[in-house]
């Protein structure tokens, strides 16, 4: 089963930005739509952005839009996701997530029900 760690997460100051790396490992994520999500204490697990397969299309929620940008290095099998201009609603502790798709299906999603594989966390800290 593919694994996925994420790293890059910590305190940072609003207006300040991060940069979360999401590596596979056991499998290439060629075949594979990769998601960022982020959940904060006593809240639902939000979609934030997912970059898709074959095609690297991109789509954001409209709370990060402008702000975060999702890229993906299939040659490090890892995923970025670049936060600029951090505000305090955006702390949360940020997972990825990975859903398998056919060749040639460059679809986003956005609906964590739809993602089969799950990085562990990485806690994101926005505060003066």
């Known amino acids: 089963q593919l694994q996925l760690v994420e790293s890059g997460g910590g305190l940072v100051q609003p207006g300040g930005s991060l940069t979360l790396s999401c590596a596979a490992s056991r499998f290439t994520l060629d075949y594979y739509a990769i998601g960022w999500f982020r959940q904060a204490p006593g809240k639902e697990r939000e979609g934030v952005s997912c970059?898709?397969?074959?095609?690297?299309?991109?789509n954001y929620s409209d709370s990060v839009k402008g702000r975060f940008t999702i890229s993906r290095d299939n040659a490090r099998n890892t995923v970025y996701l670049i936060m600029n201009n951090l505000k305090p609603e955006d702390t949360s502790v940020y997972y990825c997530a990975a859903k398998w798709v056919a060749y040639g299906d460059t679809r986003t999603f956005l609906a964590a029900s739809q993602f089969t594989s799950w990085g562990q966390g990485t806690q994101v800290t926005v505060s003066a």
């Open positions: 970059i898709s397969a074959w095609s690297s299309d991109t």
